[in-house]
């Protein structure tokens, strides 16, 4: 599991760091953490939300310009914004407090910002859905991948996508393959 019992070095990381667990009934929660920016998330058994966030990661990785995806809560719903800037993804993390499709993104408060190369991002959440996996494999959480089942598709396409690019340097993060 990724997912840290505090934040430790994550605090000062220069590199996107996710995590994503799922707990009893499904509910989940993510946190994200960059250059001391970070954010805790949840969402509702009801959305398929680490589904959602790989297919919107896959989208910008096929050349979309922006992508987004809505993590159900209740009441409301985290929305997760991302836009291409060159090499770079600019995500943004929204809570709305109404779950309606009409609430507009500014009707809501930003919860969390950061710039990243679209290289980080694909890791990062490849990274936190492989750990998924590995947990669900060992414990009765595979109940809470039922009705969606798990995205491999999704999470093998982005891993195949990570292996033709060749790893960044640290000092060149805000540049990335396209």
């Known amino acids: 599991m990724v997912r840290p ?12 760091q996710f995590w994503f667990d799922v707990g009893p009934g499904g509910w989940a929660t993510a946190g994200i953490s960059l250059r001391g920016l970070r954010a805790v998330v949840s969402a509702s058994h009801v959305t ?8 919107a990661v896959s989208d910008l990785c096929a050349g979309a310009e922006e992508a987004r995806c809505a993590w159900a809560e209740d009441p409301g719903e985290f929305r997760w914004l991302l836009r291409r800037a060159g090499g770079a993804v600019l995500v943004r993390i929204v809570h709305v407090t109404t779950y309606a499709p009409e609430a507009r993104d500014d009707d809501g408060h930003t919860v969390w910002e950061g710039s990243v190369p679209l290289q980080d991002l694909v890791r990062a959440v490849v990274d936190a859905s492989q750990s998924v996996l590995e947990d669900v494999a060992s ?31 640290v000092d060149d993060r805000t540049q990335s393959p396209t």
């Open 5 to 16: 019992t505090h934040w430790g070095d994550w605090a000062s990381s220069q590199r996107l």
């Open 48 to 55: 398929d939300a680490l589904g959602d966030l790989l297919r």
């Open 139 to 169: 414990d009765s959480s595979a109940a809470a991948w039922q009705a969606y089942g798990f995205p491999h598709g999704t999470v093998a396409e982005l891993e195949s996508r990570l292996a033709s690019w060749p790893e960044l340097p």
